[in-house]
């Protein structure tokens, strides 16, 4: 696929310059060499021990084509790279160029794909790129005053390092809180009353009422609020469902509700009920839900998620995963 565009290839650029003498050769130019990045690679998965890995390329140019690979009659071009280990695949994506003196604009080539650099496969690239005609015809502006440029525009995709591994947990260990607010007739004017904090999986919750409701119908309201993280914790999304209680202090009648919410990362992000019980029914002693002033909030998270990251070959070598992996490439068979 050919494209226009004015900005120069972001890699290598050259230029030959008194280009009619090699035109008809079927040897290559190699340019210089050029690197394209450093990044960290797993040269060796099993052990996993890192290595700064620093990508250096050549811009290999057949002013009349690469003949073993059906380039008769064409330019050819390709990108080589030079450092790569037995045990490394790198992958690319590439974009070649010419740069057309008639509109002051390159020329880019490229097929859309994934190149795979490995041991066996050091060059990728185009045999036919453009006809040996159309590229030597001054017209056309791909060579003026006996020279051409030419480029290559390199984008390797970085190896993953870590993944977010995100677990939902059933009956997290101290994952139950309860809340006795005595003189609990002090608090009637208070609009919000909060709790201590608590803590369970990698965060800090707490509970939130309003005596009387947050809207016209007079009720008590109970919120859980996600507040911050632990040391060290992943700030997150944090998945809980809960089961809030107003327990009955004379039977067994307790009114409960169950809730489940994505808390967002905000210090204070609460999901509960607005209207747990009737302020004319809290307030009748008779009813067991207010004693001696008293009132007894539980909550219990039934379920939450902890997030961590991992490096990204112990992710393989647990159960929740099936990944397989090739430098640069990571396909995954199952959420984690």
Same mark, same amino acid.
């Given at each position: 696929?050919?494209?226009?565009?004015?900005?120069?290839?972001?890699?290598?650029?050259?230029?030959?310059?008194?280009?009619?003498?090699?035109?008809? /050769?079927?040897?290559?130019?190699? /340019?210089?060499?050029?690197?394209?990045? !450093?990044? *960290?690679?797993?040269?060796?998965?099993?052990?996993?021990?890192?290595?700064?890995?620093?990508?250096?390329?050549?811009?290999?140019?057949?002013?009349? #084509?690469?003949?073993?690979?059906?380039?008769?009659?064409?330019?050819?071009?390709?990108?080589?790279?030079?450092?790569?280990?037995?045990?490394?695949?790198?992958?690319?994506?590439?974009?070649?160029? +010419?740069?057309?003196?008639?509109?002051?604009?390159?020329?880019?080539?490229?097929?859309?794909?994934?190149?795979?650099?490995?041991?066996?496969?050091?060059?990728?690239?185009?045999?036919?790129?453009?006809?040996?005609?159309?590229?030597?015809?001054?017209?056309? !502006?791909?060579? &003026?005053?006996?020279?051409?440029?030419?480029?290559?525009?390199?984008?390797?995709? *970085?190896?993953?390092?870590? @993944?977010? %591994?995100?677990?939902?947990?059933?009956?997290?260990?101290?994952?139950?809180?309860?809340?006795?607010?005595?003189?609990?007739?002090?608090?009637?004017?208070?609009?919000?009353?909060?709790?201590?904090?608590?803590?369970?999986? &990698?965060?800090?919750?707490?509970?939130?009422?309003?005596?009387? !409701? &947050?809207?016209?119908?007079?009720?008590?309201?109970?919120?859980?609020?996600?507040?911050?993280?632990?040391?060290?914790?992943?700030?997150?999304?944090?998945?809980?469902?809960? %089961?809030?209680?107003?327990?009955?202090?004379?039977?067994?009648?307790?009114?409960?509700?169950?809730?489940?919410?994505?808390? /967002?990362?905000?210090?204070? &992000?609460?999901? #509960?009920?607005?209207?747990? +019980?009737?302020?004319?029914?809290?307030?009748?002693?008779?009813?067991?839900?207010?004693?001696?002033?008293?009132?007894?909030?539980?909550?219990?998270?039934?379920?939450?998620?902890?997030?961590?990251?991992?490096?990204?070959?112990?992710?393989?070598?647990?159960?929740?995963?099936?990944?397989?992996?090739?430098?640069?490439? @990571?396909?995954?068979?199952?959420?984690?």
């Amino acid at each position: 696929m050919e494209t226009i565009r004015e900005e120069a290839p972001s890699s290598y650029l050259m230029k030959l310059v008194g280009f009619s003498e090699v035109k008809f /050769s079927h040897q290559p130019y190699e /340019s210089a060499d050029f690197d394209v990045g !450093g990044h *960290k690679w797993y040269s060796q998965p099993n052990l996993r021990s890192n290595i700064y890995f620093i990508t250096l390329m050549r811009l290999i140019f057949y002013p009349a #084509g690469k003949l073993e690979e059906g380039g008769k009659d064409h330019v050819s071009i390709y990108a080589r790279i030079e450092n790569v280990g037995a045990s490394m695949q790198i992958d690319a994506e590439l974009k070649f160029f +010419i740069y057309n003196h008639n509109n002051k604009q390159y020329s880019v080539f490229q097929d859309g794909t994934m190149k795979h650099y490995n041991k066996e496969k050091k060059e990728c690239g185009f045999a036919q790129m453009l006809l040996f005609s159309k590229f030597n015809d001054p017209k056309n !502006g791909y060579i &003026d005053g006996n020279a051409c440029i030419v480029g290559v525009e390199i984008f390797v995709i *970085k190896p993953i390092e870590k @993944v977010e %591994r995100v677990v939902f947990t059933q009956n997290p260990p101290e994952n139950k809180f309860t809340w006795k607010i005595s003189h609990f007739s002090y608090i009637g004017d208070k609009r919000y009353y909060y709790s201590d904090e608590f803590v369970v999986g &990698d965060r800090k919750w707490r509970l939130k009422i309003s005596p009387k !409701g &947050d809207k016209k119908v007079r009720a008590l309201s109970v919120y859980v609020q996600a507040m911050a993280y632990l040391p060290n914790a992943v700030a997150s999304s944090t998945y809980a469902k809960l %089961r809030l209680r107003l327990l009955n202090q004379k039977n067994s009648n307790h009114i409960e509700k169950r809730v489940f919410h994505f808390y /967002s990362r905000e210090n204070g &992000d609460g999901s #509960g009920i607005s209207e747990l +019980i009737s302020v004319e029914d809290l307030n009748d002693e008779s009813k067991g839900y207010l004693v001696e002033d008293s009132i007894v909030l539980e909550t219990t998270l039934l379920w939450v998620s902890d997030t961590k990251f991992v490096k990204f070959f112990d992710v393989l070598l647990t159960d929740y995963v099936r990944i397989f992996v090739r430098f640069g490439k @990571v396909c995954l068979t199952k959420a984690l």
